[in-house]
């Protein structure tokens, strides 16, 4: 079985107006976000092998507040084709990524990771599926279960969403 987590970067500042939209870094908020989220990752043992990240300046901060939660070792790989990109080039990547690797999470942005999400999630409690149909919010963390062996196989419904959790959970 493989395991693959979806999160979306945390909440982003807009206070400088000329700034393009990919170099935006956290806002209060967002830092907030992830103080909540280094909690959800130790008390849900949230253990990636392989993180891929947008090289949106949100993104990879996201990733530096959350990393300490991780205690497990595993590799970074940061890449420019995962900014905004669609749930269909998401799902590319994610078939390309090695067979022996048990666990990956996905650190990117909407649209994409959300259709991404409600794409390949096929099974689940139906109150969590229907929340994710509605929202994908920022800070938002999905664990899905995959019960292939190679992530090639991995397509729609084929998953089952394990948790959906969002920082208002931590509330």
């Given at each position: ?45 949230v ?31 940061v ?10 080039k ?47 919010p ?23 969403l ?10």
């Amino acid at each position: 079985m493989k395991t693959l987590y979806l999160l979306r970067h945390a909440k982003s500042s807009w206070d400088e107006p000329g700034l393009a939209d990919f170099d935006r870094s956290l806002s209060g908020r967002g830092k907030r976000a992830c103080r909540a989220l280094v909690e959800a990752i130790s008390r849900f043992g949230v253990a990636p092998e392989l993180i891929l990240c947008s090289s949106a300046t949100r993104t990879q901060e996201t990733f530096k507040r959350i990393a300490p939660a991780f205690t497990n070792k595993y590799t970074l790989s940061v890449e420019r084709q995962l900014y905004l990109a669609s749930a269909r080039k998401l799902l590319g990547r994610l078939r390309r990524v090695p067979d022996d690797t048990p666990s990956a999470m996905l650190i990117g942005h909407n649209p994409g990771l959300q259709g991404l999400a409600q794409s390949l999630a096929g099974r689940g409690d139906r109150a969590m599926l229907d929340r994710l149909a509605v929202k994908f919010p920022t800070a938002a963390l999905a664990e899905l279960n995959f019960s292939g062996t190679k992530w090639r196989a991995l397509d729609a419904g084929t998953a089952e969403l394990v948790r959906l959790w969002t920082p208002r959970d931590a509330e």
